[in-house]
């Protein structure tokens, strides 16, 4: 049998036998089909150039398989060009560069209405608009004119609205903040006794009112009482909020006129402005 030449080798040729007219080992001496087996032969007389055109194709060439450590290695650089988000996707028209989905995405922000401002003849009546990003609820306050008194001084008071409030005075949800001391309910029905301490007192609705002590007594033997004072006809007995906000330590007294047995209140903020609760009689009904 006759050895490969380096074309055959290239294009899978069949090698020359003794037989020239059949299939190697081929003992009837079929004729050989044209084209592989024609090839080698030329190929062997004439070169490569007639080896070359026998062929209607090319063969197809195959790549050798990997070895576990390239595949292992390429599926490694693949990861790591996936997590920088380096890779390329296909694409009708080339590759398109992947993009990290994550990357600019903006916090969403509670929106921030803004009120139009009057020109002209019409004036705008500084009103404010606000949301409340954990509840939905929206607020809107409008501040009342009122008359200044001696020195411009005067009381600052609001028509508020509340989207989450219910129905008052001034129709569903809008309401005066008014500051007042009343009785608290929240835990129970007030009981009007006055002389036991059953009831607790609230300011503006927020905050409870406990009474101040004094310490009495020796170094032994220390006894607390309530801070009262008596100025006059009056017992001023002092009270304090039970959380005090920084700045807005002021003084709370409940005074009983021993002339009458008219009770009140009074406060003297740190700004040395005097508010009076339920002096007079209109005044005790809306605290």
Not at 246 to 257: C, K, L, N, Q, V
């Amino acid at each position: 049998m006759s050895s490969f030449n380096d074309d055959n080798r290239r294009h899978g040729g069949i090698p020359r036998t003794g037989n020239p007219g059949g299939w190697p080992g081929n003992p009837g001496g079929l004729a050989r089909p044209q084209g592989r087996g024609a090839a080698t032969s030329q190929n062997s007389a004439g070169g490569s150039g007639a080896g070359r055109a026998g062929f209607p194709h090319e063969r197809p060439s195959f790549q050798t398989p990997r070895t576990h450590q390239e595949q292992f290695a390429l599926r490694t650089q693949q990861q790591a060009q996936a997590q920088q988000g380096q890779s390329q996707a296909p694409h009708a028209d080339g590759p398109i560069a992947r993009v990290n989905p994550a990357q600019g995405i903006t916090p969403v922000q509670a929106p921030a209405p803004s009120m139009p401002k009057g020109g002209g003849a019409i004036s705008a009546i500084a009103e404010k608009v606000s949301i409340n990003p954990a509840t939905g609820t929206t607020s809107y306050a409008v501040p009342l004119p009122l008359p200044p008194g001696r020195g411009g001084f005067g009381p600052q008071l609001s028509l508020q609205y509340s989207s989450g409030a219910g129905n008052g005075p001034f129709g569903l949800g809008w309401s005066v903040a008014v500051p007042s001391i009343g009785r608290g309910s929240s835990k129970a029905l007030p009981q009007y006794r006055d002389d036991r301490d059953s009831d607790t007192f609230v300011m503006s609705g927020a905050e409870d009112l406990v009474p101040m002590l004094v310490a009495s007594g020796g170094s032994g033997s220390v006894t607390w009482t309530r801070d009262v004072v008596t100025v006059g006809s009056e017992r001023r007995e002092r009270f304090r909020p039970r959380i005090e906000a920084p700045g807005s330590y002021a003084r709370i007294e409940r005074i009983t006129d021993s002339a009458d047995g008219n009770v009140f209140w009074r406060t003297t903020t740190a700004n040395n402005i005097t508010n009076t609760y339920g002096k007079s009689a209109a005044e005790i009904g809306r605290a």
